[in-house]
Every structure is written in C-alpha cells, then in structure tokens.
C-alpha cells in the first residue's frame, strides 16, 4: 500500500535561517506531489507541484523554492525564513492520470520566530 | 479571479440531525470536485469526489451534490456523530489534465452530544 513520511512534525526556526522539509512517497511510482501551506485561519495554500523529476512548478512567487531530486521525493527550502514563513506545510501526492483523491501527509508546524 | 468559499464561521448541531456545509465558487469550471475532513494538526483526509455530470453521490452517511448551474456544492452528514467534528474542505479539480486540488479554507463542524 502507498504511505507518505513528511518530516519534522515540528520545527521552530529564527528568522533569516534556512529550511528544509522532506516528503518522500512510498508504494507508487511518478507520483503528482505538491506542497500547501495552512496558515491560521486560512485554506490550503498550493505552493508548488511537481509532475515528475525535476519538474517544479510555483504557484506563488515567495520566499521559498521546492526541488524533486528522485521520483518519490519532494523537498521543500529557503535560504532565509521570515516571520511570515510560518504556519502548517502539507505534502501531498495523488496518482499522475486521472481525477483522483490527493493523500496527506502528517504536516510540519513551521514556526518562525 | 477564482475564488472557492466555504462558511467561516464553525456550524453547530445536535447529535442525530444533518449538517450540512456548502462550498461556493466563483470564475471557474470545475470538472470535479472533492471533500475532504481534516482534524485539528493533521492533513486533510479524502471523503468524496463528484463528477460535474453528476448531481448527487452518496456514501454511507455522507451526501454531496453539485451544482454547476448554481456554482455550488452542498455536504451533507445525516445521524451526525460528536466523531463528526473536524473542519471540512470542498477542493476543485479542472479537467485539462493537471489536476490539481484547490481548496477553500473549510467549515468546521462541532456535534454536541
């Protein structure tokens, strides 16, 4: 069966220092994965989506980039974290053809003080 | 611009009556669209999908409609449970083959015992 690791589940990070978040996906293969972003109060940011290896997509210009180095993996960075870079990051995947469901992962609580 | 609205404010019910939650949407044209659950620190969890030919889709104690005419789609829990609490997201999907979910912000929804 398909499982989706996201890690940290938490991170606390000052201002100004990097970030990485990792997805990888599990039981599948060429995936379609994507980052959101929740913030508090507010809907499923889309931030990027991937298609296949290196393949990005940016739905938001901002302070942060995604990169997909194999099939299965998903990494989300920033060089320097503002204030605003805070809140719940989501990676997800669903299968490549088709309208089907998009699987979560267990989120990272950015918090960026 | 596209835009997908869901009720902010949180709905309230009596344990055993329907809710019902509505997804809104303006300048698109979805092929399909889904609701997904979400709890409190976790990512969201697929429930339905709905095709734009279809009116109605049922699954156990849960009813979607969708109206395209309308722009709307309604959510309904019947015999609501306290395990029914959680926020409830209505995503888009457009046909052209991406795929891509886009989410309202969600309606939570407390079943008081």
């Known amino acids: 069966s398909q499982t989706i690791h996201q890690w940290p589940a938490t991170l606390v990070q000052p201002v100004g220092s990097p970030l990485s978040l990792e997805c990888t996906v599990e039981?599948?293969?060429?995936?379609?994965l994507y980052w959101y972003r929740q913030a508090a109060g507010r809907g499923l940011q889309l931030l990027f989506y991937?298609?296949?290896?290196?393949?990005i997509s940016s739905e938001v210009p901002q302070n942060l980039s995604a990169s997909r180095p194999q099939d299965r993996q998903f990494i989300l960075s920033s060089k320097k974290l503002l204030l605003s870079d805070s809140g719940f990051y989501l990676c997800?995947?669903?299968?490549?053809?088709?309208?089907?469901?998009?699987?979560f992962g267990q989120g990272t609580r950015l918090t960026v003080v | 611009s596209q835009k997908i609205e869901q009720n902010s404010e949180a709905l309230n019910i009596q344990e055993g009556k329907t809710a019902t939650l509505t997804c809104n949407y303006t300048?698109?044209?979805?092929?399909?669209l889904q609701w997904y659950r979400q709890d409190p620190g976790r990512g969201p969890v697929f429930l339905l999908l709905?095709?734009?030919?279809?009116k109605e889709k049922r699954k156990e104690r849960l009813k979607v409609t969708f109206d395209t005419t309308l722009k709307q789609s309604l959510f309904h829990i019947t015999a609501s449970q306290p395990a029914d609490s959680a926020t409830y997201l209505c995503?888009?999907?457009?046909?052209?083959?991406?795929?891509?979910?886009?989410f309202g912000r969600g309606t939570s929804l407390i079943v008081h015992p």
């Open positions: 997800a995947w669903s299968v490549s053809y088709g309208n089907t469901e998009a699987f």
């Open positions: 039981g599948t293969s060429n995936p379609n």
């Open positions: 991937s298609v296949g290896i290196g393949q």
């Open positions: 300048n698109y044209s979805p092929a399909y």
């Open positions: 709905i095709r734009e030919n279809e």
């Open positions: 995503a888009l999907l457009a046909s052209g083959g991406s795929y891509i979910p886009t």
